[in-house]
Every structure is written in structure tokens, then in C-alpha cells.
């Protein structure tokens, strides 16, 4: 479970997005600019990220405020998990990003893997949707839902993307480092469940 000061600083922002978006009132809005500020300096003080990046973050959101979606490509092959190494990090995570205006899941989890990696699939299965906050993830100013997709290939070769340095299959048993920003090692262990048992159900929460 995420930390209390995380979940606290998450709910100002929440607060004062939704404020800042329907308040009409002067003293309103500069009570909910305050809240706001006051999420930023939380976040600040526990990540050792900037303020001013912090606000960037957030400067774009605007209205209700909603869970971020998070989509994740699951590819098999011969018993192995098909995995991209990430620019950002320099470790491995499964295909996949931010869900896109314009395009359902399935799409997503589609176009997330031919950029990562240049194979084509097509989407065959929902194996789960997490709460990124229930999962040992490191602290993260969004609320973020994670939607994993099970995809079949059907042509290509492999080859990196723009935002990835390496492309590779790996087994349950020898996974390399993770970017555990975006993967963590028991959610690939239960991928593989959908691997071994066809009838296993979604996984969720």
C-alpha cells in the first residue's frame, strides 16, 4: 500500500483540481491554488523532485479529477514473456504506456508493442485491471489504473523503439532487472498464471 502522505498529498491535488475546474468565486479559486501548492510541497519534500516539475505535472490537468490509465502488452512465446528495455532506466518492463485519446485498450496495447519492439499482434485477452497503489510501485503523484492485455503475435521481427535500447524473451524463473515504476515481479508471475491455466481468471485491485 502506498504511503499515507502520498495518498494524503493525492487527495489535496484531487480537491483542488475539481475546485480550480467549477469555482467561479476569487477567494475560492486562491483557497484551492493554496491546496494545490500544498500537494506540491508534499510531494516535493518525500520525492526530492523539484516543485516546479511537480506543477508541470499537474498543469495540464484540468477538470475532475480521474485515474491516469497505464496499458501493458503480455506476449508469449515458447514459455517466455516478451519484455523492452526502457530508455528512461535502463531496465525491462513489458510493452506498454499511457492509455491514448481516440484509441479503446485493446488498440493501445496493439500500437504499444509495434513501437516498443516491431512485432504485430492483435489482442486476445484481458487478463487484469490493478490499482497502481495496491502494488510495491515507487511513490507516484497520479492515481493510476493498470490495464493489462494479453496479445498474440502474428508478424515481424524484433527491433527497438524510440523509447526502448533492447528487445527480448524471458521465463517466468529469470526475469532481468525490473522497471519497477512501471512492472513489478509479482505482476508478471501472474501473467504467466494465464500462460499455464487458460480458464485463470482476470486479476483485479
Partial sequence: MEPKWLEWAKQLQSIAQAGLAYSKDVYDIERFEQIRNLSVEILSLHTEVSETKIKDLFANETG????????????????????????????????????DIGLSPSEVAVKEVKEESNFDVKAIKLLGVLDKKCHPHPPSPYHTYKIFIQCEIIGGQPKEGRETSAVQFFSENDLPPLSIERITESQIKQAFKHLHNREEPAFFD
Avoid: C, H
Wanted: charged content about 25%; proline content about 6%; hydrophobic content about 40%.
Fill in 64 to 99: 475532475y479529477a480521474t485515474p491516469k490509465v497505464d496499458i501493458r502488452s503480455v506476449v508469449f512465446k515458447d514459455n517466455q514473456i516478451l519484455m523492452v528495455r526502457e530508455n528512461a532506466d535502463g531496465k525491462w518492463s513489458l510493452p506498454g504506456g499511457w492509455g
